[in-house]
């Protein structure tokens, strides 16, 4: 996984509320394969229903090409558990969602990939957005927790476990790996302070015999 420390880019916006991840990888799409689910990701707002690219989709305007920041609404990447919606959005070339919300299982598998997601206040998003559709490029900076759009500074919230994670580009599992000694020292003290706490295993010794029948 890469590192994310800091990003310059163009922003697609696309400030719609509840864009789901049925919306953003449709099952059938998944079901064809990855590279039809990259193809057709947020399919029922690219494409027509004659399958016609739509020419009113920010995602589709060619002055938005390669950049790397999507700007959304409220309660992105709701519904299933789809760990594809992730993939899709990071196939796409966006290495940052800016939204007013996330659906919260899309956001874990945001951080599992790569991908950093920020949520800021709904005003905040629509000034970014008019930054993004005048042209300007915005900052993400991950150590600082911040994002510019050369105009206003804004700082976001993240936790320490979630930042550190992106900024050496491993994700929770290797997080955790490299802290077992913190937590064998935990656990061990914990002993020391609670003992009846930690399960305790029958000795064989004292263990009944029920061979013989009594």
């Known amino acids: 996984m890469t ?10 916006p696309l400030l719609l509320d509840d864009v789901d991840t ?17 193809k057709y990701a947020f399919e029922p707002l690219r494409f027509d229903e004659t399958g016609a690219p739509r020419a009113d989709c920010p995602l589709n305007d060619p002055v938005f090409q390669g950049a790397e920041i999507l700007l959304a609404g409220a309660n992105f990447g709701c519904g299933s558990s789809r760990e594809t919606a992730a993939w899709a959005v990071k196939a796409l070339g966006f290495r940052a969602v800016v939204a007013t919300g996330f659906g919260a299982i899309f956001e874990s598998n945001c951080f599992r990939n790569g991908i950093l997601p920020v ?13 993004a559709r005048d042209g300007g490029d915005l900052s993400l900076d991950l150590d ?3 994002v510019d759009d050369g105009r ?14 992106l900024l050496r580009g491993v994700d929770e ?11 064998a020292a935990f656990e061990a003290a914990d002993r020391a ?7 305790v295993r029958p000795s064989a010794a004292v263990a009944p015999n029920l061979s013989d029948g009594r």
Do not use: C, H, Y
């Open 119 to 131: 949520s800021l206040p709904s005003d905040a998003v629509r000034a970014l957005a008019e930054t």
């Open 152 to 165: 206003t500074r804004l700082t976001f919230p993240i936790s320490d476990f979630r930042r550190e994670g």
């Open 22 to 38: 049925d919306i953003i990888t449709p099952i059938g799409r998944v079901l064809q394969g990855r590279e039809a689910m990259v």
């Open 193 to 199: 302070l609670r003992p009846w706490v930690s399960p």
């Open 144 to 146: 600082a927790r911040s």
């Open 173 to 183: 599992l290797d997080l955790i790996l490299g802290r077992l000694g913190d937590i």
């Open 3 to 12: 590192a994310f420390t800091r990003l310059t880019s163009k922003a697609v």
